[in-house]
Each structure stands twice: as structure tokens, then as C-alpha cells.
């Protein structure tokens, strides 16, 4: 039995301390003991890119990262991407003009890593997109809409 | 894709060292009952599928000093805990030793890169270990840090003994990994072959160093991945070029010789005869290009 212990995190903003044992994968308590559902356990091995988080401005992944090992991190989920009064970001309203959502469920590892790439290249090639996105994995929409997505959200 | 037993990791205690005094008071009290982790981003998948189940996590991430890439008296110097995408970015990477990024680049996706380390790579010893080529390929050696504090310098060529079999001790902790700065002349590549373009464990890899003297090799380092047990340095196609012109011939003749050197299995990712296959093609493009980049860039 693993006695647990606190760690603390400021996600999307918010200061929290969950009470986590040491064998926690962040993934899990972000969705568990955090309620923010929104991030995805897929595929569990590290190559499907659905719990995609920043931490610390950094997109991991949070299915191979223990909570422990980020203790003291600046976590943005996707729950943290909408602005506060509820507004859509830009590049969630591009999503949704684009069709590039049919399930949903990689949406939420696409749009963070698209916001990445979009704070270092404002303005970047679709080869450029499709690179960034190589660890996101799209079982529904042939990637072409998403990238058609965040391309025009560059300058 | 690998299936998982559970949907946690089984470990009992995880220790984060904040320097390097730290680390080693750890391993000296716990020595081989530690498993010392960066990124982990190869770790936790195989504690997860049962195949390793250490009853001490260390990690390394907190250690501000095994995370820097710096240039040191002729030679470039990299922490262990130095990630994939840092090596990518690094200005100094990028001119001292470009093929070096090249291979960073290519490790998994742009999220493991953000964790994955050098130091990782090498420690766990994969026999497809990008970075492994390259390094071997500019001559590196690692330093090494014993439970007793003791430090020891090892070349790569004979830091990976055998399949997964490292010079790493109980309780031994990789720290740094340093080569010499390769001469403005010298050209290096590094090409890997994959069954897609990101989060592919190499089917071969080779990376090739040459230094050339108009059409004349002075130099030549060769190394593969993904062929042999460990990811190996191939000296005997290094000789064949060495002093010689390179031509055609020359050329055909190391692209053979490779064949003889390596010792490719048949897995899932592809069979011993295809890998034997694309590793000689990839070297002879690899040995035409590093000649082409020399000729074309002069100097």
C-alpha cells in the first residue's frame, strides 16, 4: 500500500494540491481526482497523443508522466484554452468552421499542440502543421480539415 | 501496439534529487534497487507492460546541472538529462554537429521529445537508439557516476556491451556525454528508416562521419542501429575508406562489407534480409552525400 502525498499544481490558472500516490500517472488525476475529463486516456503507450497537456508552456504527454514528476507545474488543459467568460479561442472556432471535429476525441491533443506551434511560428507551412501534429493521432477526419484548421489561424 | 497490464505504474518510491550530492547519497543507500529515470518516456511504458518493476524510481529532472549543452576546450558537452528537443534547437548542435540534431529530431513525436533525454536514450540501450548512431559517429564518450561518487569516462563503442547491456553498474548513473567538436571539413549524416515518420522505432539507422582531403578519405567513422544487438560502430568499413579515393567502387565494396558486419533480426518491424537491405543502400547514399556535401561546401 503506497502512502499518497500532495502535489502541487496550477491548472488552467487554478492553484490545487490533489492528494496523489506516487504511481499516479498525471493523465489519471488530471481526469479522476481533477474531474477534467477533457484530456484523454487513448491509447496508454505513449504514441496516440490524446492526453496531449502543456506543462510549464511544453506539450507531453500525460499517460508516461507520472503527476509526481510535475509537482510545482503550470498545467493548460483543454478545459484552459476557452477564455474565461466562455468565448472560444481562435483556433477552436477554426475547428469548428473548418468541420475539423467528428468525434471529438483527438480534438482536445490538436488543439493544444496547435496553440504550441502557433506561439513559436505564427505563421506556419502546412508541411510545417503536419509535423507538429505527427504525435496526434485522427481515426475520423483524415487530418485535412484540422490542418486546413490551423492554417488559417496563421498571419 | 504494446498492450499494458494496468493503467498505473508499480513502484513504491520515487525520489527527486535536486542536485548532484543528492543523487549520489540515493544511490549509495539505494545502489541496484533504483531505477533512475528522466523523461521516463521509455521507462514507464515498460513498467506498465510488467517487463521492468523497479522498487526505486530516481529522477533526475530536478538536477539543474546534467541539463546544458556547452562547448568545453574543443569538444561539445551534453547532460544527461539534456531532451530530445533541446538537442534539436541547440545553436551548438546545429553547427558543430547537425547530424546529431537530425537524429533528435526524429525520436518519437514533438510531445516525447519535449521529455525524452540523450542520456535516457543511451542508458536504456535500445539497440534502435537514434542518438546512439550519431554519437558513436563523432567518437563520443560518457561519463558515468558510481554509488561511491567515483567518476569514470567510457567511449561509446564500449559502453554497449551486449543486447540492452550497458557499462552501467548497480546504482551507476549516467551524467554527460561529450565528443570533439568535429573539423569545419568534416561532413556528417544520419538517416533512419522507419515504418512512418514519427513515433517509429528504427528499422535501420546508419550515421557516417567523413572528413575528406579532396577526393581523398582522411577520415571516416560509420556506425548502424537497429542491425546488431547494440547500436554498433562498423571500424572495418571506417579502414576500407580510410587514406583511399573514394569512387564507385569503393563505394560498393563498404555497401557489401556492411552486410557481412551486421547482424539484423526478423521482427515485427521488419525482416533481417530487408534491414540488411536498406542499411547497405542507406550507407552508400549515406558515404555519396557526405562526399557531395564536402565537395559542394568546399573548404
Given amino acids: 500500500m503506497m502512502t499518497k502525498r500532495r502535489v502541487t499544481l496550477t491548472v488552467n490558472g487554478e492553484h490545487v494540491e490533489p492528494l496523489v500516490e506516487a504511481n499516479a500517472l498525471l493523465v489519471n488525476v488530471l481526469r479522476e481526482e481533477l474531474q477534467l475529463t477533457g484530456t484523454k486516456y487513448c491509447c496508454g503507450t505513449g504514441q496516440c497523443g490524446g492526453c496531449t497537456v502543456l506543462v510549464n508552456g511544453e506539450p507531453i504527454l500525460s499517460c508516461l508522466t507520472l503527476a509526481v514528476a510535475v509537482d510545482g507545474a503550470d498545467i493548460l488543459t483543454i478545459e484552459g484554452v476557452a477564455k474565461p467568460d466562455g468565448s472560444l479561442d481562435p483556433i477552436q472556432e477554426a475547428f469548428l468552421d473548418h468541420g475539423a471535429v467528428q468525434c471529438g476525441f483527438c480534438t482536445p491533443g490538436m488543439i493544444l499542440m496547435a496553440k504550441d506551434l502557433l506561439a513559436h511560428d505564427p505563421s506556419p507551412s502546412e508541411e510545417r502543421i503536419r509535423e507538429h501534429l505527427r504525435g496526434n493521432l485522427c481515426r475520423c477526419t483524415g487530418y485535412h480539415r484540422i490542418v486546413k484548421a490551423i492554417g488559417s489561424c496563421g498571419q | 501496439m504494446r498492450k499494458t497490464k494496468t493503467k498505473t505504474v508499480t513502484s513504491t518510491t520515487y525520489l527527486r534529487p535536486t542536485d548532484l550530492n543528492d543523487l549520489q547519497q540515493i544511490m549509495a543507500e539505494h545502489q541496484g534497487r533504483a531505477a533512475v529515470v528522466a523523461g521516463a518516456t521509455d521507462m514507464i511504458p515498460q513498467m506498465r507492460a510488467g517487463r521492468t518493476l523497479p522498487a526505486v524510481l530516481v529522477d533526475l529532472c530536478e538536477i539543474?546541472?546534467?541539463?546544458?549543452?556547452?562547448e568545453e576546450h574543443?569538444?561539445?558537452?551534453?547532460?544527461?538529462?539534456?531532451?530530445?528537443?533541446?538537442?534539436?534547437?541547440?545553436?551548438?548542435?546545429?553547427?558543430?554537429?547537425?547530424?546529431?540534431?537530425?537524429?533528435?529530431?526524429?525520436?518519437?513525436?514533438?510531445?516525447?521529445?519535449?521529455?525524452a533525454t540523450i542520456g535516457g536514450n543511451l542508458a536504456n540501450a535500445s539497440p534502435s537508439a537514434d542518438t546512439a548512431p550519431p554519437l558513436l559517429a563523432l567518437g563520443a564518450a560518457v561519463q558515468i557516476m558510481s554509488p561511491d561518487g567515483a567518476i569514470r569516462d567510457v567511449p561509446l563503442h564500449q559502453f554497449f556491451h551486449s543486447?540492452?547491456?550497458?557499462?552501467?553498474?548497480?546504482?551507476?548513473?549516467?551524467?554527460?556525454?561529450?565528443?570533439?567538436?568535429?573539423?569545419?571539413?568534416?561532413?556528417?549524416?544520419?538517416?533512419?528508416?522507419?515504418?512512418?515518420s514519427a513515433s517509429s522505432i528504427s528499422v535501420a539507422s546508419v550515421a557516417v562521419m567523413l572528413e575528406m582531403e579532396e577526393t581523398t578519405c582522411r577520415t571516416a567513422r560509420v556506425a548502424a542501429g537497429s542491425v546488431a544487438p547494440i547500436p554498433m560502430r562498423v571500424f572495418r568499413i571506417e579502414e576500407l575508406l580510410e587514406g583511399h579515393e573514394i569512387g564507385e567502387t569503393l563505394v560498393e565494396e563498404c555497401s557489401e562489407l556492411l552486410r557481412a558486419?551486421?547482424?539484423?533480426?526478423?521482427?515485427?518491424?521488419?525482416?533481417?534480409?530487408?534491414r540488411s537491405y536498406v542499411a547497405s543502400a542507406v550507407l552508400k547514399r549515406q558515404i555519396e552525400m557526405a562526399v557531395a556535401d564536402r565537395r559542394t561546401f568546399g573548404a
Fill in chain 2, 261 to 274: 558486419e551486421i547482424s539484423p533480426i526478423s521482427d515485427v518491424r521488419g525482416s533481417d534480409k530487408y
Fill in chain 2, 64 to 70: 539543474a546541472e546534467l541539463s546544458f549543452i556547452r
Fill in chain 2, 163 to 196: 543486447y540492452r547491456v550497458t557499462d552501467l553498474g548497480e546504482g551507476d548513473v549516467l551524467t554527460r556525454i561529450t565528443f570533439p567538436r568535429p573539423p569545419d571539413g568534416a561532413a556528417g549524416r544520419f538517416t533512419k528508416i522507419g515504418l512512418r
Fill in chain 2, 74 to 115: 574543443g569538444s561539445i558537452a551534453i547532460g544527461a538529462t539534456t531532451t530530445m528537443a533541446k538537442l534539436a534547437s541547440s545553436p551548438i548542435i546545429a553547427s558543430g554537429s547537425p547530424f546529431l540534431a537530425t537524429a533528435a529530431r526524429q525520436v518519437g513525436h514533438p510531445q516525447t521529445r519535449n521529455r
